[in-house]
Protein backbone atom coordinates (compact mmCIF):
# COMPACT_ATOMS: atom_id res chain seq x y z
CA UNK A 1 0.00 0.00 0.00
CA UNK A 2 1.06 3.69 -0.98
CA UNK A 3 1.56 5.88 1.82
CA UNK A 4 2.84 9.67 2.45
CA UNK A 5 4.88 11.12 5.10
CA UNK A 6 4.75 15.40 5.08
CA UNK A 7 6.91 15.95 8.02
CA UNK A 8 6.49 19.16 8.79
CA UNK A 9 2.69 19.92 10.13
CA UNK A 10 2.78 23.55 10.95
CA UNK A 11 5.45 26.14 9.86
CA UNK A 12 5.66 29.74 10.19
CA UNK A 13 7.79 31.85 7.91
CA UNK A 14 8.06 35.61 7.87
CA UNK A 15 7.39 37.36 4.31
CA UNK A 16 10.53 36.77 1.77
CA UNK A 17 11.95 33.97 3.63
CA UNK A 18 12.39 30.45 1.76
CA UNK A 19 10.19 28.37 1.43
CA UNK A 20 10.79 23.86 1.97
CA UNK A 21 8.02 21.32 2.66
CA UNK A 22 9.33 17.35 2.66
CA UNK A 23 7.23 14.95 1.38
CA UNK A 24 8.29 11.44 1.08
CA UNK A 25 6.57 8.45 0.08
CA UNK A 26 6.11 4.69 0.38
CA UNK A 27 5.89 2.63 -2.81
CA UNK A 28 7.97 0.36 -4.84
CA UNK A 29 6.79 1.08 -8.41
CA UNK A 30 6.50 3.94 -10.73
CA UNK A 31 4.57 7.11 -9.16
CA UNK A 32 2.71 10.12 -9.97
CA UNK A 33 3.48 12.94 -7.56
CA UNK A 34 1.35 16.19 -6.81
CA UNK A 35 1.26 19.26 -5.22
CA UNK A 36 -2.03 20.29 -3.77
CA UNK A 37 -3.26 23.90 -1.74
CA UNK A 38 -5.89 24.38 -0.13
CA UNK A 39 -6.14 28.21 0.59
CA UNK A 40 -8.08 29.68 3.16
CA UNK A 41 -12.39 28.84 2.29
CA UNK A 42 -11.25 27.82 -0.89
CA UNK A 43 -10.94 23.77 -2.36
CA UNK A 44 -7.93 22.14 -3.04
CA UNK A 45 -6.16 23.27 -6.24
CA UNK A 46 -2.86 21.59 -7.78
CA UNK A 47 0.25 23.67 -7.55
CA UNK A 48 2.17 21.44 -9.33
CA UNK A 49 2.66 17.69 -10.61
CA UNK A 50 5.66 15.14 -11.77
CA UNK A 51 4.53 12.67 -14.18
CA UNK A 52 8.28 11.79 -15.97
CA UNK A 53 10.71 13.50 -17.16
CA UNK A 54 12.78 16.30 -15.73
CA UNK A 55 12.52 15.73 -11.72
CA UNK A 56 12.38 19.57 -11.11
CA UNK A 57 8.86 20.64 -12.36
CA UNK A 58 7.80 24.16 -11.27
CA UNK A 59 3.97 25.13 -10.83
CA UNK A 60 2.08 27.83 -10.15
CA UNK A 61 2.77 31.02 -7.86
CA UNK A 62 6.33 30.68 -8.28
CA UNK A 63 6.49 27.00 -6.34
CA UNK A 64 8.72 23.79 -7.60
CA UNK A 65 9.46 20.50 -6.40
CA UNK A 66 12.15 17.85 -6.78
CA UNK A 67 11.28 14.48 -7.00
CA UNK A 68 14.27 12.40 -5.81
CA UNK A 69 14.06 8.83 -6.98
CA UNK A 70 16.69 7.47 -4.69
CA UNK A 71 15.25 9.22 -1.35
CA UNK A 72 11.56 8.18 -2.66
CA UNK A 73 10.94 12.34 -1.93
CA UNK A 74 9.21 14.44 -3.62
CA UNK A 75 9.65 18.16 -1.73
CA UNK A 76 7.98 21.63 -2.33
CA UNK A 77 10.20 25.09 -2.13
CA UNK A 78 9.62 28.73 -3.21
CA UNK A 79 12.64 31.04 -3.05
CA UNK A 80 10.54 33.85 -1.38
CA UNK A 81 7.01 33.65 -0.08
CA UNK A 82 4.35 35.91 0.34
CA UNK A 83 1.30 36.64 3.01
CA UNK A 84 -0.83 35.25 0.36
CA UNK A 85 0.97 31.54 0.06
CA UNK A 86 -1.16 31.08 4.04
CA UNK A 87 -2.59 27.61 2.83
CA UNK A 88 -2.70 24.24 3.99
CA UNK A 89 -0.16 21.99 1.17
CA UNK A 90 -0.79 18.38 0.70
CA UNK A 91 1.44 16.38 -1.31
CA UNK A 92 -0.24 13.11 -2.90
CA UNK A 93 0.96 10.37 -4.92
CA UNK A 94 -0.51 7.96 -7.52
CA UNK A 95 0.54 4.49 -8.59
CA UNK A 96 1.24 5.12 -12.83
CA UNK A 97 1.51 1.82 -13.58
CA UNK A 98 -2.30 1.11 -13.90
CA UNK A 99 -4.70 -0.52 -11.12
CA UNK A 100 -5.08 1.92 -8.69
CA UNK A 101 -6.15 5.34 -9.16
CA UNK A 102 -6.96 7.05 -6.11
CA UNK A 103 -4.75 9.39 -4.79
CA UNK A 104 -2.96 8.70 -1.76
CA UNK A 105 -2.52 12.21 0.89
CA UNK A 106 -0.48 13.03 3.23
CA UNK A 107 -1.37 15.11 5.97
CA UNK A 108 -0.75 18.66 5.11
CA UNK A 109 1.27 21.15 6.30
CA UNK A 110 -0.52 23.98 7.29
CA UNK A 111 1.49 27.04 6.58
CA UNK A 112 1.38 30.68 7.88
CA UNK A 113 3.34 33.62 6.32
CA UNK A 114 3.50 36.60 9.36
CA UNK A 115 3.73 39.95 7.33
CA UNK B 1 -18.02 28.16 -13.87
CA UNK B 2 -16.61 24.92 -15.30
CA UNK B 3 -15.61 23.63 -12.16
CA UNK B 4 -16.41 20.47 -10.71
CA UNK B 5 -19.64 21.43 -8.42
CA UNK B 6 -20.63 19.77 -5.26
CA UNK B 7 -23.95 19.95 -3.48
CA UNK B 8 -25.19 20.53 -0.62
CA UNK B 9 -21.86 22.49 0.31
CA UNK B 10 -23.37 21.98 4.21
CA UNK B 11 -25.19 19.18 5.77
CA UNK B 12 -26.25 18.65 9.55
CA UNK B 13 -28.17 15.13 10.57
CA UNK B 14 -28.90 13.64 13.24
CA UNK B 15 -27.68 9.90 13.99
CA UNK B 16 -29.22 7.26 11.85
CA UNK B 17 -30.58 9.42 8.94
CA UNK B 18 -30.00 8.73 5.56
CA UNK B 19 -27.81 11.47 3.42
CA UNK B 20 -27.04 11.75 -0.11
CA UNK B 21 -24.81 14.04 -1.83
CA UNK B 22 -24.59 14.80 -5.57
CA UNK B 23 -21.15 15.70 -7.55
CA UNK B 24 -21.25 17.42 -11.02
CA UNK B 25 -18.24 16.56 -12.90
CA UNK B 26 -16.16 19.28 -15.22
CA UNK B 27 -17.91 18.04 -18.58
CA UNK B 28 -16.39 15.71 -20.44
CA UNK B 29 -14.45 14.48 -17.89
CA UNK B 30 -14.89 10.34 -17.55
CA UNK B 31 -13.34 9.85 -14.02
CA UNK B 32 -14.72 10.69 -10.95
CA UNK B 33 -13.35 10.03 -7.53
CA UNK B 34 -14.81 10.64 -3.80
CA UNK B 35 -12.28 10.97 -0.99
CA UNK B 36 -13.44 12.30 2.59
CA UNK B 37 -11.21 14.50 4.37
CA UNK B 38 -11.39 14.68 8.04
CA UNK B 39 -10.40 17.20 10.55
CA UNK B 40 -6.30 17.04 10.53
CA UNK B 41 -5.64 14.80 7.59
CA UNK B 42 -5.13 14.74 4.15
CA UNK B 43 -8.40 13.41 1.81
CA UNK B 44 -8.85 9.92 1.65
CA UNK B 45 -9.96 8.16 -1.17
CA UNK B 46 -13.27 6.24 -0.79
CA UNK B 47 -13.89 5.20 -4.66
CA UNK B 48 -14.07 5.37 -7.98
CA UNK B 49 -15.98 6.02 -11.00
CA UNK B 50 -15.16 5.57 -14.78
CA UNK B 51 -17.93 6.56 -17.01
CA UNK B 52 -20.35 4.91 -15.20
CA UNK B 53 -18.53 1.73 -14.03
CA UNK B 54 -17.88 2.06 -10.02
CA UNK B 55 -14.13 0.82 -11.03
CA UNK B 56 -12.22 0.81 -7.28
CA UNK B 57 -13.80 0.83 -3.68
CA UNK B 58 -11.58 2.00 -0.77
CA UNK B 59 -11.13 -0.63 2.14
CA UNK B 60 -12.96 2.73 4.08
CA UNK B 61 -16.21 2.67 1.85
CA UNK B 62 -18.65 0.23 4.56
CA UNK B 63 -21.28 -1.13 3.33
CA UNK B 64 -23.39 1.84 5.10
CA UNK B 65 -22.03 3.47 1.87
CA UNK B 66 -22.76 3.76 -1.93
CA UNK B 67 -22.03 5.43 -4.81
CA UNK B 68 -23.91 5.67 -8.31
CA UNK B 69 -22.70 7.36 -11.64
CA UNK B 70 -25.94 6.15 -13.66
CA UNK B 71 -24.93 8.01 -16.70
CA UNK B 72 -21.38 8.50 -17.04
CA UNK B 73 -22.30 12.53 -15.38
CA UNK B 74 -23.03 13.48 -12.24
CA UNK B 75 -22.59 11.04 -9.23
CA UNK B 76 -24.27 10.55 -5.38
CA UNK B 77 -22.89 9.39 -2.56
CA UNK B 78 -25.38 7.82 0.13
CA UNK B 79 -24.57 7.15 3.52
CA UNK B 80 -27.39 4.90 5.30
CA UNK B 81 -28.10 5.36 9.23
CA UNK B 82 -25.34 7.71 9.90
CA UNK B 83 -22.86 7.54 13.02
CA UNK B 84 -21.41 10.35 14.48
CA UNK B 85 -18.03 9.43 13.13
CA UNK B 86 -19.06 9.81 9.48
CA UNK B 87 -18.84 13.50 10.39
CA UNK B 88 -16.10 14.77 7.96
CA UNK B 89 -15.75 16.93 4.58
CA UNK B 90 -16.76 14.65 1.23
CA UNK B 91 -15.02 15.86 -1.51
CA UNK B 92 -15.55 15.21 -5.27
CA UNK B 93 -12.32 15.16 -7.74
CA UNK B 94 -12.86 14.62 -11.93
CA UNK B 95 -10.39 14.27 -14.35
CA UNK B 96 -9.97 13.08 -18.13
CA UNK B 97 -8.72 9.92 -19.31
CA UNK B 98 -5.57 8.85 -19.43
CA UNK B 99 -3.00 9.46 -15.90
CA UNK B 100 -4.48 13.57 -15.50
CA UNK B 101 -4.65 15.44 -12.94
CA UNK B 102 -7.78 14.94 -10.71
CA UNK B 103 -9.74 18.26 -10.19
CA UNK B 104 -11.62 18.84 -6.71
CA UNK B 105 -14.98 20.12 -6.09
CA UNK B 106 -15.47 22.67 -2.83
CA UNK B 107 -16.58 19.38 -0.32
CA UNK B 108 -19.53 18.51 1.53
CA UNK B 109 -19.22 19.17 5.08
CA UNK B 110 -21.23 16.65 6.68
CA UNK B 111 -22.27 17.02 10.53
CA UNK B 112 -23.99 13.85 12.31
CA UNK B 113 -25.16 15.41 15.75
Known amino acids: AQSVSQHNHHVILSEAASLELGCNYSYGGTVNLFWYVQYPGQHLQLLLKYFSGDPLVKGIKGFEAEFIKSKFSFNLRKPSVQWSDTAEYFC?????????????FGKGTHLIIQP | DTGVSQDPRHKITKRGQNVTFRCDPISEHNRLYWYRQTLGQGPEFLTYFQNEAQLEKSRLLSDRFSAERPKGSFSTLEIQRTEQGDSAMYLCASSARGPDTQYFGPGTRLTVL
Open chain 1, 92 to 104: AVKSSGGGADGLT
